[in-house]
T-cell receptor, first 114, second 111 residues
Framework: GPKVLQIPSHQIIDMGQMVTLNCDPV?????FYWYKQILGQQMEFLVNFYNGKVMEKSKLFKDQFSVERPDGSYFTLKIQPTALEDSAVYFC????????????FGPGTRLLVL | GEQVEQRPPHLSVREGDSAVIICTYTDPNSYYFFWYKQEPGAGLQLLMKVFSSTEINEGQGFTVLLNKKDKQLSLNLTAAHPGDSAVYFC??????????FGTGTTVSVSP
């Protein structure tokens, strides 16, 4: 089936540094998402992106977070500066449309902030 | 906002037995319901999506039941096999874009 790729699979950084998580969505999809999963907890929605804009974001999407997809390349999540509580697995997803359309998920990037 | 409770958190079954996972949601306006399977180190794999009220949907080795009256979604693994060992998540969407996930159920199937 359709595959979403995420790079890197793991990232360890020091608190206060910047990190960029990269997502290669399914090629003909138009909607892109980031979700965050803290160990042992449920996956939580961060942000949805369409047509170059943030369409919807949750309260977890702090001011230090930003997303973009320059020129149809990777869909990225940048955290600047990072905090200890940003340690989690971040999942990217993409879908062709909304509503009943399936969101296809990547394998996640495991981020550890020290 | 929508809240989704999923139970049980852990399920251990013998090969050939059945296993049931239940999600209860709160928002009666939720329209779209999904079950995902997550194997170690992998992303979420869609098992099934359902939309209609009170409907039984059959997949390969599992059945999904949506009961909108009781606001419940269930996944029944029929005749479980070791390949079914994974974490299972339900997800609910009311019409917006975000999926609201359950807390996950870790299923272990032993031979």
């Amino acid at each position: 089936g359709p595959k979403v790729l995420q790079i890197p699979s793991h990232q360890i950084i020091d608190m206060g540094q910047m990190v960029t998580l990269n997502c290669d969505p399914v090629s003909n999809h138009l909607y892109f998402y980031w979700y965050k999963q803290i160990l042992g907890q449920q996956m939580e929605f961060l942000v949805n992106f369409y047509n170059g804009k943030v369409m919807e974001k949750s309260k977890l999407f702090k001011d230090q977070f930003s997303v973009e997809r320059p020129d149809g390349s990777y869909f990225t999540l940048k955290i600047q500066p990072t905090a200890l509580e940003d340690s989690a697995v971040y999942f990217c997803a993409s879908s062709p449309g909304q509503g009943r359309d399936t969101q296809y998920f990547g394998p996640g990037t495991r981020l550890l902030v020290l | 906002g929508e809240q989704v409770e999923q139970r049980p958190p852990h399920l251990s079954v013998r090969e050939g037995d059945s296993a049931v996972i239940i999600c209860t949601y709160t928002d009666p306006n939720s329209y779209y319901f999904f079950w995902y399977k997550q194997e170690p180190g992998a992303g979420l794999q869609l098992l099934m999506k359902v939309f209609s009220s009170t409907e039984i949907n059959e997949g390969q080795g599992f059945t999904v039941l949506l009961n909108k009256k009781d606001k419940q979604l269930s996944l029944n693994l029929t005749a479980a096999h070791p390949g079914d060992s994974a974490v299972y998540f339900c997800a609910v969407r009311e019409g917006g874009r975000a999926l609201i996930f359950g807390t996950g159920t870790t299923v272990s199937v032993s031979p």
